[in-house]
């Protein structure tokens, strides 16, 4: 069982440059998150999905697109990227969204450290 | 507009004595309150929550604490262990899928 997995660990790109964040779950979660974390700064929600083929904005979305084709994969878009999007950036999954109670603990994987020159 | 405030950045504390970390927030709806820690170059973990009805919920050495009136809430680590050492985020959410967390606090236990 490994969780949620995250590729790739680090990146750097340049202004402009397009690049697809990648975000796989094997418990069978039917939600999955993408937050990012600045420095200093908790976790702010990117995008959330409920379900395969359902996503839904978080707080802080623009600049990024979401697609989820399957339960296990939450792939991350960034188009045109900028330098606030430096940024760590988490994926997470939860069994279910309902909230609140212990079934809808999230995890997290171990993130995906990005920065724009 | 930062819904979740935890205003200390760092605690040091001994080890074997309580660390007591800190969590503030303004928004009223939220009824569903967690803790998760988080080692360098891992994502969180969570550790443990607690529901707006109740006000103290214990699992081994972690109690947290939650104070509606006063829209705070603690957590208590006792006795504290240098495996403790990490960073704490609290995170509030109105029972759906918005989660907001805190900017969190490092917490370093020494021997």
């Known amino acids: 069982n490994a969780g949620v997995t995250q590729t790739p660990k680090f990146r750097i790109l340049k202004i402009g440059q397009s690049m697809t964040l990648q975000c796989t779950q094997d418990?069978?979660?039917?939600?999955m998150y993408w937050y990012r974390q600045d420095p200093g700064m908790g976790l702010k929600l990117i995008y959330y999905?409920?379900?395969?083929?359902?996503?839904d904005k978080g707080e802080v979305p623009n600049g990024y697109n979401v697609s989820r084709s399957t339960t296990e994969d939450f792939p991350l878009r960034l188009e045109l990227a900028a330098p606030s999007q430096t940024s760590v950036y988490f994926c997470?999954?939860?069994?279910?969204?309902?909230?609140?109670?212990?079934?809808?603990?999230?995890?997290f994987g171990p993130g995906t450290r990005l920065t724009v020159l | 507009d930062q819904q979740v405030k935890q205003n200390s950045p760092s605690l040091s504390v001994q080890e074997g004595r309580i660390s007591i970390l800190n969590c503030d927030y303004t928004?009223?709806?939220?009824?569903?309150f967690l803790w998760y820690k988080k080692y360098p170059a891992e994502g969180p973990t969570f550790l443990i929550s607690?529901?707006?009805?109740?006000d103290k919920n214990e699992d081994g050495r972690f109690t947290v604490f939650l104070n509606k009136s006063a829209k705070h809430l603690s957590l208590h680590i006792v006795p504290s262990q240098p495996g403790d050492s990490a960073v704490y985020f609290c995170?509030?959410?109105?029972?759906?899928?918005?989660?907001?967390f805190g900017a969190g606090t490092r917490l370093t236990v020494k021997p």
């Open positions: 997470a999954s939860s069994y279910s969204g309902r909230g609140p109670g212990p079934r809808d603990e999230q995890f």
């Open positions: 928004n009223s709806m939220f009824d569903y």
């Open positions: 607690i529901s707006s009805i109740k």
């Open positions: 999905s409920v379900g395969a083929g359902i996503t």
């Open positions: 995170a509030a959410t109105p029972g759906n899928n918005d989660m907001r």
């Open positions: 418990m069978n979660h039917n939600y």
